[in-house]
């Protein structure tokens, strides 16, 4: 089925950045199929393959689960969406990780798929209470998905945590930290260590490998027994 830019069984790429995933043809089997989404953050600019946290969460369970990093730099939660439609028929994922985006952001389905910052002329009228709503809207379309393919999602956050339980008693949302927020940070365990220093990419503008590698870490301490 394909209708404009939405298809479930052609999924594409930015020649830039292909996805850091391998080759889907022919799919493999035997393994149940893990859909990760996101943006820059998740695709990793800046960062070698395997120091993402998209890498680092791939290595839990390997003998049952098999994942697929199709994050997008500069996506929006609307590509996000657009992304997991078209992997239906091409995955069949059965557990989907989306790492949302900034909020801000949108997509501009024009002569091509165009993900735009907030700061975009076309969208001087949306604010915060517009921006949240889109977001929510990408995640009920998410949780759609999963309802139709008997799938199980886990969401969390690239920069800004959003409320997501205000609508649904959500227990598959990590809201507590973002890959943002994660680092710098105190560690209160028995070293207590202060940990004060940033750590950026070597683009010297997205998060770190400090970020990437404890945001994983975080995410398997709350998911993993889930993530099976």
């Known amino acids: 089925m394909k209708y404009g830019f939405y298809s479930d069984t052609d999924l594409t790429t930015l020649d830039k950045y292909p996805f850091r995933c391998p080759s889907w043809t022919p799919l493999p089997n035997g393994k149940k199929n893990v859909v990760i989404l996101g943006c820059s953050h998740t695709w990793g600019v800046g960062l070698d393959a395997n120091e993402t946290w998209a890498h680092h969460i791939s290595q839990h369970n390997t003998n049952r689960l098999r994942y697929w990093n199709l994050g ?22 059965k557990i989907i990780i989306a790492m949302w985006p900034e909020s801000s952001r949108r997509e501009r389905l024009e002569s091509y798929a165009q993900s735009i910052q907030g700061t975009h002329e076309s969208l001087r009228w949306e ?14 379309l998410v949780e759609k998905f999963a309802e139709h393919t008997n799938s199980t999602v886990f969401h969390c956050f690239s920069d800004d945590v959003v409320d997501l339980n205000a609508t649904k008693n959500y227990s598959m ?20 260590e202060v940990h004060p220093n940033p750590s950026r990419a070597r683009d010297g503008l997205h998060y770190g490998v400090d970020n990437h590698k404890r945001f994983a870490k975080l995410f398997l301490d709350y998911f993993g027994p889930k993530l099976r």
């Open 173 to 192: 949302v990590l809201d507590e930290t973002s890959l943002r927020d994660c680092w710098p940070y105190w560690d209160s365990g028995i070293a207590r």
């Open 72 to 93: 997008q730099p500069g996506a929006a939660p609307d590509t996000l969406v657009r992304i997991l439609y078209s992997s239906e028929k091409v995955l069949f994922p």
């Open 127 to 140: 604010n915060k209470k517009t921006d949240t709503n889109n977001l929510l809207k990408c995640v009920f």
